[in-house]
């Protein structure tokens, strides 16, 4: 296992990040500084095609353009002070400190080939310092809510996962372990990290459309997942917006009985609510809905349960992805084991509801979302 860290508390005063400009922001910018339209295309091909890491990097840019824009603007915020990679190689977590010291973490999960897919590379992100929602078995929502993040701290997370995907695709290929130009860098996007993506939402549509654009990072909608614990009224306007993205939704339970014991927000928007809306969302977009079940011994997986949430989505497109829990030092959850699991499959097969038993990768490096920030601050503060 890697573990390297930085607890340098001292965070430097930045320029503000060109992350931050929309498409037409930076060629507004451009304009005003008296280059010509085309140099706003070159500029945001080097920015998210090339993830250049530094504006001297960007050869198609002239100098003297290269140097105003190092007066006037960043790159990025976010400054790495902690990885740790897991011992399989599989799974690698980064913390970052942001410009005004608050820390994210963000998440590079590696799958080799299975014969129906290729190898891929999922960036799970972050979209807010900490959480609001209060759910009892994530590390996050037990550290509470601080700030949204900005459009450019959100695509700065999958820019710097991109940066190290891309190198270690051509180490395979210099390696002789790949064939020459399969250089994927990321391939999947997952809003599953710190935070509620919804409850942060212009900012995480903004963030979607610059990872989706074809002149930059280019990862297709289809491979964008966004996750969400059940903001029906985002839900809804989510569906509006004409993106071909993923919807997950963390739903953990099958009654609210059992919901609200472990997420406070279906005191809000109870279950049935929240799977009507399901419903119009799915009728509206033709996209099927993934729903997150984390699986809490005692709590949540008995085949009754099972049972139940087999009648509640019947009739939805949907698939249920069951995740043994990431145990949080703060939180009263075991693990579920695997043949309980299995069961809780079998019942749902009962309805004909498709599911996926989903080990979670990086157990062995806290990979759970919030758990390397609680981690960093027990050093940092040792």
């Given at each position: 296992m890697n573990h390297n860290v930085s607890s340098s508390s001292n965070v430097s005063l930045m320029l503000p990040s060109i992350l931050e400009l929309s498409r037409q922001s930076l060629t507004d910018s451009i304009l005003e500084m008296g280059e010509k339209k085309f140099r706003s295309d070159q500029l945001w091909r080097s920015l998210y095609h090339d993830v250049s890491e530094t504006f001297e990097e960007m050869s198609t840019l002239s100098k003297p353009f290269r140097n105003s824009l190092r007066e006037k603007y960043s790159i990025s915020t976010l400054k790495e002070v902690m990885l740790l990679t897991s011992s399989d190689r599989t799974t690698s977590k980064s913390l970052y400190r942001l410009g005004d010291g608050e820390?994210?973490?963000?998440?590079?999960?590696?799958?080799?080939?299975?014969?129906?897919?290729?190898?891929?590379?999922?960036?799970?992100i972050s979209t807010q310092a900490g959480?609001?929602?209060?759910?009892?078995?994530?590390?996050?929502?037990?550290?509470?809510?601080?700030?949204?993040?900005?459009?450019?701290?959100?695509?700065?997370?999958?820019?710097?996962?991109?940066?190290?995907?891309?190198?270690?695709?051509?180490?395979?290929?210099?390696?002789?372990?790949?064939?020459?130009?399969?250089?994927?860098?990321?391939?999947?996007?997952?809003?599953?990290?710190?935070g509620e993506p919804l409850a942060n939402y212009k900012n995480t549509i903004s963030a979607i459309r610059v990872l989706n654009d074809g002149q930059g990072l280019n990862i297709g909608a289809r491979h964008i997942t966004v996750s969400t614990v059940g903001l029906i009224p985002e839900i809804?306007?989510?569906?509006?917006?004409?993106?071909?993205?993923?919807?997950?939704?963390?739903?953990?339970?099958?009654?609210?009985?059992?919901?609200?014991?472990?997420?406070?927000?279906?005191?809000?928007?109870?279950?049935?609510?929240?799977?009507?809306?399901?419903?119009?969302?799915?009728?509206?977009?033709?996209?099927?809905?993934?729903?997150?079940?984390?699986?809490?011994?005692?709590?949540?997986?008995?085949?009754?349960?099972?049972?139940?949430?087999?009648?509640?989505l019947n009739g939805l497109h949907c698939h249920v992805n069951l995740i043994p829990v990431n145990p949080t030092a703060g939180g009263p959850f075991e693990r579920t084991d695997l043949i309980s699991a299995k069961s809780f499959q079998g019942g749902l097969k009962q309805y004909g509801i498709p599911s996926t038993i989903r080990m979670e990768k990086g157990i062995d490096i806290n990979a759970g979302c919030g758990q390397l920030r609680e981690r960093a601050i027990d050093i940092f503060n040792n």
């Open positions: 820390l994210i973490e963000t998440v590079m999960m590696r799958y080799e080939s299975d014969g129906h897919r290729r190898n891929r590379k999922t960036a799970c959480c609001a929602l209060g759910c009892t078995f994530c590390a996050t929502g037990q550290q509470g809510f601080r700030r949204n993040l900005t459009v450019g701290e959100i695509v700065g997370q999958v820019i710097d996962m991109q940066r190290v995907a891309i190198a270690e695709d051509r180490a395979q290929i210099d390696g002789g372990r790949r064939s020459k130009g399969e250089v994927q860098g990321v391939t999947n996007v997952v809003f599953m990290g710190m809804l306007k989510l569906a509006d917006e004409d993106l071909q993205i993923n919807l997950a939704i963390s739903l953990h339970a099958p009654d609210n009985v059992t919901r609200s014991q472990t997420m406070p927000v279906n005191k809000r928007y109870p279950v049935q609510e929240l799977i009507n809306a399901c419903h119009k969302y799915a009728d509206k977009t033709k996209r099927r809905i993934f729903f997150e079940y984390v699986l809490l011994k005692d709590q949540n997986d008995s085949i009754e349960q099972a049972q139940k949430l087999g009648r509640l």
